[in-house]
Nanobody, 122 residues
Framework: QVQLVESGGGLVQAGESLRLSCTSSGGSIAAFIMGWFRQAPGKEREFVASITWAGSSTDIADSLKDRLTISRDIAKDTVYLQMDNVKADDTAVYYC???????????????WGRGTQVTVSS
């Protein structure tokens, strides 16, 4: 059974870069559409980015397109979220998610990781 595991979160300074990773502790994620979401304190969870099975297409929230990149390494069975020029507003718990059955594009995900905390200090 696929169990998503995020890593790479932590405390960073505003303006720096950070890369989050997502892999599975059981089962491959290669066949799934993968996505990233985030939830800031006191706010609802919001869509950040998603990527197709082969990584040929991506979808990124409009407000984040100039600073975030989603990618995947098929050989490593890992999905990444590259965050550049981070801002205080990026402080949130970041969740990796998989859509095991859907079609592209999708924002409906059925499998979730536990999240990794990103804190940006200004």
């Amino acid at each position: 059974q696929v169990q998503l595991v995020e890593s790479g979160g932590g405390l960073v300074q505003a303006g720096e870069s950070l890369r989050l990773s997502c892999t599975s502790s059981g089962g491959s994620i290669a066949a799934f559409i993968m996505g990233w979401f985030r939830q800031a304190p006191g706010k609802e969870r919001e869509f950040v980015a998603s990527i197709t099975w082969a990584g040929s297409s991506t979808d990124i929230a409009d407000s984040l397109k100039d600073r975030l990149t989603i990618s995947r390494d098929i050989a490593k069975d890992t999905v990444y979220l590259q965050m550049d020029n981070v801002k205080a507003d990026d402080t949130a718990v970041y969740y990796c998610a998989a859509d095991r059955y859907g079609t592209w594009p999708t924002k409906s995900f059925d499998t979730w990781g536990r999240g990794t905390q990103v804190t940006v200090s200004s």
